[in-house]
């Protein structure tokens, strides 16, 4: 600083000098003078302008050097914090392929669930289509007994016999005709079958003849096995068609598991067939106990039914004996009165006729609106 102002004084001063020698009148001798303190002037000036400027690169020097230092701590703070970004963006590349490897095995098992799904709805929608197809004739059979019971509260006799001819028809022809109904027929009433008339076939029953038993419904545990039997297979296909990682996965694990299981004592497992020996015993017992309690109920519903015909056959021959003890002894009144009496023995016979004709064919009429409309064409006669 102090050079700087020496450096402007001796510019002051030179300045004055060469003013006064431009613009004063002075002698020889002092102008001279003036001149050579102008150029010692100079070379002070000069001498110190250099001392300067070699103090200011100096300085200039150490502050280059200060402003090096701090960019130099301000670089490793930067070099630190861009090692740590780069721990971090390693850290959440790593999560994102091994997320990103996590989401396309979901991808790859919600596609095989998703089709799994799709091949499980469209069997449910061919049971649908199924199962509509067989209930078809149970509705069919629905409307047709509504529609003779209509006719007969209508009191439309003739109507109801035709009509109850062309159903009778109508069936003999799909049972004659139609093999997979005439099965599933015979499949879905055999209880019925059974309970009313004793025999599949309904004929009567022999000397000294059983009458057969229904089939059984398969035991709780074979159906258990067989839905775990399904779910193994189903298990198995799926990790076969899963990716190979995955598989590994789950057979490491599955080996674990071995392995585990192995470790456990044998006597869980002599326990265990034990304890399923004893409930298979168990259930056995209980089904043969049933059996047992159903063959008696059909003995005793045998034997009731029996009395139930005797009683109704005496009945019908008192009501026959009276019937004819009063025709003998009241002759009809007039021919009006015995023409209404043929025309119903005629409707009586054709009647007997299409029972006759049912019975000729071997048909179970359980379910089928024949048996409700035959009845009840039997009851409007009488009634008649």
Known sequence: MQSVLDIEDTDVKIRNMEWAIQHQTLPLKDEKKFIRDIKQLKHTREKL??????????????????????????????????????AITKAAKRKYYEETEKLSKLQYQFKAANDIQQEAYAQLQCLKKQSHEKSKHFWQYKDDLNKANELASKGYKVALQNFCINQVEKFMDLWNNNDEFRKEYVRCNERSTLWRLRTLDGRALGPGEVPPIEHKRKW??????KVLAAKVVEKKKFMQSAPT??????????????????????????????????????????????????????????????RKRGKAEKAKAREAKR?????????????????????????EAKARNCR?????????????PVAGISSGVDKNINVA
């Open 245 to 306: 990682e995955s598989v590994s996965a789950t057979a490491s694990n599955r080996g674990k598991i071995k392995e585990a299981e192995e470790e456990k004592p044998k006597r869980t497992e002599e326990e265990e067939s034990d304890r399923k020996a004893e409930e298979l015993s168990k259930e056995d017992e209980a089904a043969k106990s049933k059996d047992q309690r159903r063959s008696e109920e059909v003995a005793k519903a045998k034997e009731a039914l029996e």
């Open 323 to 347: 019937a004819a003890n009063e025709a003998v002894a009241k002759p009809p009144q007039n021919f009006r009165h015995s023409q209404h009496r043929e025309k119903t023995s005629a409707e």
């Open 356 to 368: 006759r004709r049912l019975h000729q064919h071997q048909h179970p009429p359980l379910t089928s």
């Open 49 to 86: 302008s250099s001392t300067t400027s070699r103090q200011d690169e100096n300085q200039q020097g150490l502050d280059l050097k200060e402003r090096l230092k701090s960019l130099k701590k301000e670089a490793d703070q930067f070099k630190a914090r861009l090692k740590n970004t780069e």
């Open 220 to 225: 709780r545990w074979q159906k258990a096995e």
